[in-house]
T-cell receptor, first 113, second 116 residues
Framework: DQQVKQNSPSLSVQEGRISILNCDYTNSMFDYFLWYKKYPAEGPTFLISISSIKDKNEDGRFTVFLNKSAKHLSLHIVPSQPGDSAVYFCAASEGGGSEKLVFGKGTKLTVNP | DTGVSQDPRHKITKRGQNVTFRCDPISEHNRLYWYRQTLGQGPEFLTYFQNEAQLEKSRLLSDRFSAERPKGSFSTLEIQRTEQGDSAMYLC??????????????FGPGTRLTVL
């Protein structure tokens, strides 16, 4: 049972345009959400996070939006750069002391020059 | 480099053999996590430690798997009697648990296990 779903296996955008990566979750106990970026042959790298008490968090070119009623979050990258090409994982945590992460399957983003 | 390190990076073994992986976390981090990632999937939680105490284990961690973190520093993950289904990337992560905060997990590069 996939508690965190990334329904788009891949996304291709032009350099300079906006990239929007989507994530849905089913577990209403999740209260913290994170995005990780992964290059081949490397471990995932933390990108940005959001607590369930917020609906938006911004860090430079990256913004994460959370819609709790829809159990949906999205990552916006503006403007997209070729170096952003990687696999992006959405992850969620119930918090409460464990912080074990539940990951989606990932979306492979390709930014074309 | 003061990031999370894992050794070995690659391991090829025959079915039925035992293997052991090592993870060295970021030095001041008190939490250490093990995840497993198979092709086309995201990382799946296996177990985690706070200092030397193993606080949670996933049902994915069968009796053939054992993890330790002696003295709350490095950790080892051992798989006994390996099976072909154990072939995966084994990822280690560490974090600094601060009271009242959710901690960011820093991942190592992983150990890729292939069971023939």
């Amino acid at each position: 049972d996939q508690q965190v779903k990334q329904n788009s296996p891949s996304l291709s955008v032009q350099e300079g345009r906006i990239s929007i990566l989507n994530c849905d979750y089913t577990n209403s106990m999740f209260d913290y959400f994170l995005w990780y970026k992964k290059y081949p042959a490397e471990g995932p790298t933390f990108l940005i996070s959001i607590s369930s008490i917020k609906d938006k968090n911004e860090d430079g070119r990256f913004t994460v939006f959370l819609n709790k009623s829809a159990k949906h979050l999205s990552l916006h990258i503006v403007p997209s750069q070729p170096g952003d090409s990687a696999v992006y994982f959405c992850a969620a945590s119930e918090g409460g002391g464990s912080e074990k992460l539940v990951f989606g399957k990932g979306t492979k983003l390709t930014v074309n020059p | 480099d003061t990031g999370v390190s894992q050794d070995p990076r690659h391991k090829i073994t025959k079915r039925g053999q035992n293997v052991t992986f090592r993870c060295d976390p970021i030095s001041e981090h008190n939490r250490l996590y093990w995840y497993r990632q198979t092709l086309g999937q995201g990382p799946e939680f296996l177990t985690y430690f706070q200092n030397e105490a193993q606080l949670e284990k996933s049902r994915l961690l069968s009796d053939r798997f054992s993890a330790e973190r002696p003295k709350g520093s490095f950790s080892t993950l051992e798989i006994q009697r390996t099976e072909q289904g154990d072939s995966a990337m084994y990822l280690c992560a560490s974090s600094l648990r601060a009271s009242g905060e959710v901690d960011e997990q820093f991942f190592g590069p992983g150990t890729r296990l292939t069971v023939l």
